[in-house]
């Protein structure tokens, strides 16, 4: 039996009384308090998450651009200095092994960011790759603590704590500075749909950043946030979700990010022919597309739920749920689904989602659900 792993926070969010859950082997918070009222901070305000969970890998060396070239699927050699692309790295065969963000923060030092289920995975993945190039693959989750600031009050938040220049950090970008006194990578990134930031510190500066952020954000709405409202906010900004939206059964082209293959660049790299393959079948004949459903009444769809088309001669099951929850932004139930390219249109008529037998009416919309304004 695997022993739970604990962030460096796991004390204060006790103190805080959270409620913890397991998460890829990780003791978490699931929630402090209402999930929609920290879904709702995030949207309107600002929350804190920890998300220490996740799994860095440093790679470093002359080579180290032309080997993240050949063991992802991005081009990973045009992103530059202090900015972040968010790219995939798959098997041989074209599923998905993990989505990533890729910081480049030297000339030849890059930080990969997997997601906790899959670091490991990530980690023996890059490292088999690395034979040939002149390249070091490491293993550095233990070696950061990850905190979040997300919503529109982020910015006036951690200005308050660091003389970094947040005006002119873009999205997907990063760069190194002090936050309350402590040394912290700061990335313009997130998974909320929301601005904001997310901060890689040492796990000893980790409680100090927490509570000095908490301080610095009483004034702005700020609250501490877990992982339920985490998932109910990239839901709604129609972002994937590994092991729901993404798996390795799935090509970046199934998942309707295709975009982030780039066929273009110089050399192999790992999984170019499969790929290739799903690119065209994508074009000529597209599997089931990704889409997002609306409730109309008010049953909470769950990942498994057949899709239904419903008709004058009955029903046919035509999709899958992969995320489902209720929507505090929007006030109804929505998902994420799987469906065939014949009911995929947003508008299509006589689609339902089968509900422990009873096919509830939904409304087929273009992802995202929700879309900050700018």
């Not at 992802?72 to 065969?93: H, P, Q, S």
């Not at 002149?134 to 997300?150: K, P, S």
């Not at 065209?280 to 609306?294: N, S």
């Not at 008709?311 to 929507?327: F, H, I, R």
């Amino acid at each position: 039996m695997s022993t739970a792993r604990f962030t460096a926070l796991d004390a204060l969010h006790r103190s805080l009384g959270a409620t913890m859950t397991d998460f890829a082997g990780w003791d978490m918070p699931l929630r402090y308090a209402s999930e929609r009222d920290e879904h709702n901070a995030v949207r309107t305000r600002a929350g804190l998450f920890d998300l220490s969970h996740m799994g860095e890998i440093t790679v470093t060396g002359p080579a180290a651009a032309d080997f993240l070239n050949f063991a992802l699927v991005g081009n990973i050699g045009t992103v530059a200095v202090g900015r972040a692309r968010y790219t995939m790295i798959c098997a041989e065969d074209g599923g998905i092994l993990d989505d990533l963000i890729v910081y480049r923060l030297d000339d030849t030092e890059y930080m990969v960011v997997a997601n906790a289920g899959n670091a490991q995975i990530v980690l023996d993945a890059l490292t088999a790759r690395a034979d040939g190039f002149d390249a070091e693959v490491r293993d550095d989750r233990d070696a950061y603590a990850l905190l979040a600031v997300q919503g529109p009050e982020s910015p006036a938040i951690l200005a308050s704590v660091t003389d970094a220049d947040l005006d002119g950090l873009k999205y997907y970008a990063g760069l190194p500075g002090t936050v309350a006194g402590v040394p912290a990578l700061i990335a313009r990134t997130g998974y909320t749909g929301e601005d904001g930031f997310e901060l890689f510190v040492a796990p000893e500066h980790a409680e100090h950043l927490w509570k000095a952020l908490t301080e610095a954000g009483a004034s702005h709405g700020l609250i501490p946030c877990g992982l339920s409202c985490r998932d109910t906010l990239r839901l709604e900004a129609g972002m994937p979700l590994y092991g729901h939206e993404l798996t390795t059964e799935l090509t970046p082209f199934d998942a309707g990010l295709g975009r982030v293959v780039k066929f273009e660049k110089e050399g192999d790299f790992v999984g170019r022919k499969a790929l290739q393959a799903a690119a065209e079948r994508a074009e000529t004949a597209p599997p089931r597309k990704l889409v997002g459903l609306i409730a109309e009444g008010r049953r909470v769809p769950r990942a498994g739920y057949p899709v239904v088309a419903v008709g004058g001669t009955g029903s046919q099951v035509v999709g899958e749920v992969t995320s489902g929850a209720p929507s505090p932004t929007l006030g109804k139930p929505i998902a994420i689904a799987y469906v065939d390219a014949a009911h995929a249109t947003p508008g299509t008529a006589g689609v339902a989602v089968d509900i422990r037998g009873s096919h509830e009416p939904y409304e087929v919309v273009a992802l995202p659900f929700y879309k900050r304004q700018k």
